[in-house]
């Protein structure tokens, strides 16, 4: 086995390196950042929940939450990841039309739901610096609807860029679609998982 | 789906400044961004050494007074932070992984170029940010662990821009790991494969891994901690009912593993650096393999041992004290390798080669204390107090840093096409040796009785032996000089070195020095076997010649 294969020379290698092709990695960059993104989030569940199995509230304080209102939640978001899936099938098909529709749709829903959260915030008997449980109930909830509305000014970028014809998203050059596609399922999956952690355990 | 390198209509490449412009400008040439690291990063070295310099004249005597202890907190905070955050990992990570892995991998640069620009121009702001918080109301005072409640209550302005700057860093240390990553795994050339990659490329996955898995923790928990400081939130309050242990789980958590992303890379330029220089392969790849990949997951679960003397329940000192323990098994594996690669090798004593022994002999010193400190009833006693120093400089300064003026030596004649001076090298390697043990090796002593670290006033019976110490740091910063003196002297007047001064196999010597933009003028060289020196392939270095 030789060590080192020489350089070919072909009038091949004379060609415009330029031109070069390679398989197309961004989607997998992408998902190395939300693994990154998830452990943000790791590390917030796992102070939450330490602080709750050794840090014990008060007795007079108020920790309470109602479920109606993030379990609402909690659809509208599934239902988004939902609709976002349906617009990137018309996408692949060609029909920026249907899939501009759907994709309105996503934003509506996620929209929809920062409202909620904001009706939410402003309706608990409890401030960000009440209590320990408090506090860490807004900056889990805060920072996973930093997530929601970096995601939905994300959707209307791709809304506007699957116009016919000078938008720049379209079945050939379908990656910018998939990559918020793909975080939005990502930040639908964190909410689960805050949801279960914080408002079911 | 492909995609092409460069989209048709415009060419990034063409555009980019040439000269020395280019490398003060968004250059997306991983090798320019490379050296933009490497030069930076020294720069900060720079900075934080000279405040290293002032915590070792401020500990010349018992009294706080060359500085007031205010001053004084600020500084080692900053010598901590910079050194850490701003010198070895840019430096180790940064700039060599840029430089190197696109070679290593035949690529002709990183998987996403321009998030690589966008992670070194992150750095400049950050430690710029970081020093200039020392003229507003003063710097950090809590040291660069930054522990709640004392980072909470010392002067707020300080500790947030400290953790700005950190948040930063992060940023920059994510954004590289996720390109390393994609790099070695996606962008190898078409028949290489991952068995015959060159042992830092291995180092860098796993790195990237710790720092992709790492950093975002240490990011959460400052964020936590910014709101402790600005909207008084208790989370690492007690006043508040918050709970500081919860911080320094956390803290460690990123930060056990910075220690990894420390040496690492280090390793991994150890065992480029050796085999060439003592014309032998390098011994046991596979096993080095797996003890890089056995650090990393071990890495990740050993954070609580920096935790024994805050409370932690016994079965968790059990367990973070054995899985430490382990951790000795891949390292030692990996220095007999080492030892076993210079046995019976052709040693040339050059810089590069001197730096790289200094860096195995500080290191196992390091190593050592270190699977000391792992054990409790030891650490409990020396826990806090200079011997805990002493550890962590052989393992940052004797082997990192080492390591990195090692690097130095050996591809400079790469990044200029120029030869070094080899005996100003070896001058600076023994003022640098001397140096550093005369500094360090005597905080060992001091620890164990009882000297406590990060005071500026301590008991007259140390007096003695902290000046002694504070020598070994003159010498240390005087050893920069004849680095300078070399590099800047071999820039103007070094003699050429042609394309392959050490007659070596790996794939960054197979170009021209310094190398074209897009690495090579044809198709990239397929190096199946990047260690095969010795009398078997002799005769193909001359025909590669």
């Not at chain 2, 796993?206 to 008084?232: C, M, Q």
């Amino acid at each position: 086995m030789t060590s080192i294969v020489p350089k070919e020379q072909s009038s091949e290698n004379k060609k415009d390196l330029s031109t070069e092709e390679h398989e197309d990695f961004r989607l997998f960059g992408l998902i190395a950042f939300l693994i990154a993104d998830g452990m943000t989030f790791a590390g917030f569940f796992a102070a939450y929940l330490t602080f709750k199995a050794v840090n014990p509230i008060g007795p007079d304080a108020i920790y309470e939450l109602e479920l109606p209102l993030p379990t609402l939640n909690t659809i509208l978001l599934l239902v988004s990841s939902f609709t976002f899936h349906r617009a990137g099938k018309f996408l692949e098909k060609n029909e920026a039309k249907q899939c501009q529709k759907w994709l309105l749709l996503t934003f509506l829903l996620g929209v929809a739901f920062l409202i909620s959260q904001m009706f939410e915030y402003f309706t608990l008997p409890f401030g960000l610096t009440d209590n320990l449980f408090a506090s860490t109930f807004y900056a889990l909830t805060g920072f996973h609807g930093l997530h929601v509305t970096l995601g939905s000014i994300m959707i209307m970028i791709i809304w506007w860029q699957t116009r016919v014809p000078y938008g720049r998203v379209n079945k050939e050059n379908i990656f910018p679609f998939e990559a918020v596609e793909l975080y939005w399922h990502f930040v639908d999956g964190i909410w689960v998982v805050l949801f279960i952690i914080l408002y079911l355990l | 789906m492909t995609i092409s390198l460069k989209p048709n209509n415009s060419s990034p490449e063409k555009l980019q400044p040439t000269g020395w412009l280019k490398y003060i400008s968004f250059s997306l040439d991983h090798k320019v961004i490379g050296l933009q690291y490497l030069v930076c990063g020294f720069f900060f070295y720079l900075i934080g050494g000279s405040l290293a310099g002032a915590i070792r004249l401020e500990l010349t005597s018992p009294l706080s007074d060359f500085m007031p202890r205010e001053v004084y907190n600020q500084v080692l905070t900053l010598h901590g932070t910079i050194m850490i955050f701003l010198w070895i990992v840019p430096v180790v990570n940064g700039a060599f992984g840029n430089y190197l892995i696109p070679f290593y991998v035949g690529a002709r640069d990183m998987a996403f170029p321009r998030l690589n620009a966008v992670a070194f121009w992150l750095i400049p702001p950050s430690g710029l940010l970081l020093i200039t918080s020392y003229f507003i109301n003063g710097a950090a005072q809590s040291g660069w662990t930054a522990y709640p409640p004392l980072s909470i209550t010392t002067p707020a302005a300080g500790q947030i821009i400290w953790i700005l700057s950190v948040l930063l860093l992060g940023g920059s240390s994510i954004f590289g790991g996720i390109n390393f990553i994609a790099t070695i795994l996606k962008l190898r050339r078409p028949g290489l494969k991952l068995m015959q990659l060159p042992m830092y490329c291995w180092a860098m996955l796993g790195t990237s891994i710790l720092v992709v898995l790492s950093t975002p923790v240490l990011a959460g928990t400052l964020i936590l901690l910014s709101f402790d400081i600005v909207a008084h939130t208790g989370f690492f309050n007690p006043g508040l009912g918050g709970n500081v242990i919860v911080y320094q789980h956390l803290f460690w958590f990123y930060s056990h593993p910075a220690v990894y992303i420390m040496v690492l890379p280090a390793f991994g330029l150890v065992s480029e650096i050796l085999p060439i220089h003592s014309r032998k392969p390098l011994f046991g790849y596979t096993t080095m393999v797996f003890s890089i990949m056995g650090i990393v997951v071990l890495g990740l679960v050993v954070w609580a041992h920096h935790m024994f003397t805050s409370g932690t329940p016994p079965w968790m000192r059990l367990f973070f004290t054995i899985a430490t323990a382990f951790i000795a098994v891949p390292t030692g594996i990996k220095f007999f390798n080492w030892v076993a690669t210079l046995w019976g090798g052709k040693i040339s004593l050059n810089g590069a080669m001197l730096f790289s022994c200094g860096f195995i002999i500080n290191f196992v010193l390091g190593g050592i204390t270190g699977v000391a400190l792992a054990q409790v009833p030891f650490d409990v006693h020396v826990h806090d107090t200079y011997f805990v120093v002493a550890h962590f400089h052989y393992i940052v300064y004797g082997g990192s840093v080492f390591v990195i003026f090692s690097s130095i030596y050996h591809w400079f004649p790469k990044f200029t096409g120029k030869m070094l001076n080899e005996n100003l090298g070896r001058f600076h390697f023994i003022i640098t040796f001397i140096g550093f043990n005369l500094c360090f090796a005597p905080q060992h002593w001091l620890g164990l009785n009882g000297m406590p670290r990060r005071v500026a006033e301590y008991d007259p019976q140390f007096e003695l032996i902290n000046q002694i110490s504070s020598v070994g740091a003159l010498l240390m910063a005087l050893s920069t000089l004849p680095f300078l003196w070399n590099i800047f002297q071999s820039i103007l007047y070094g003699d050429d070195a042609g394309d392959n001064p050490w007659d070596a196999l790996t794939p960054e010597w197979l170009t021209s020095s310094p190398p074209p933009v897009e690495n090579w003028e044809g198709e990239a060289p397929l190096v199946l076997e990047p260690y095969g020196y010795g009398e078997k392939n002799s005769n193909k270095i001359k025909d590669q010649k």
